[in-house]
């Protein structure tokens, strides 16, 4: 009986000399756009917790010092193709991306026109 193992894992050279890094299951990329996702998700969360309790946008705004503008924008990041999202959070991100340029840029609503956007040179 054969069995396969798949380990994350990469390999880097330090000083010279090949090294094997292992990714844990739970491993996310600590980058600015998976900080954004991740901050994203939460105040996503936060605002429909607020939004049950009778808080409006603007009330939810004041009380955490932020911009509605800013809430809608980083919002916006919930909307990813999830696909997009799980290459964010591995670190598989195009040089061309950062955080401002998502952030301005108005994302495709349809997920595989997400998919060529993202991955344009």
């Known amino acids: 009986m054969n069995q396969e193992v798949f380990i994350p894992l990469k390999i880097n050279t330090r000083k010279g000399r090949a090294a094997i890094?292992?990714?844990?299951?739970?491993y996310f990329a600590n980058t600015p756009l998976s900080r954004l996702l991740a901050k994203a998700e939460i105040l996503e969360n936060q605002l429909i917790?607020?939004?049950e309790n009778?808080?409006?946008?603007?009330?939810?705004?004041e009380v955490n010092k932020i911009s509605p503008r800013y809430v809608r924008s980083i919002i916006s990041m919930n909307?990813?193709?999830p696909r997009i999202k799980q290459k964010i959070m591995d670190g598989e991100i195009p040089k061309?991306?950062?955080?401002?340029?998502i952030k301005n840029q108005v994302l495709p609503l349809v997920w595989s026109?997400?998919?060529v956007?993202?991955?344009q040179k």
């Open 21 to 26: 890094i292992i990714k844990p299951k739970d």
């Open 49 to 51: 917790k607020s939004a």
């Open 54 to 61: 009778g808080v409006s946008l603007k009330e939810f705004c």
């Open 79 to 81: 909307n990813l193709c």
């Open 96 to 101: 061309h991306l950062n955080v401002e340029r």
């Open 113 to 115: 026109e997400q998919e």
């Open 117 to 119: 956007w993202f991955s």
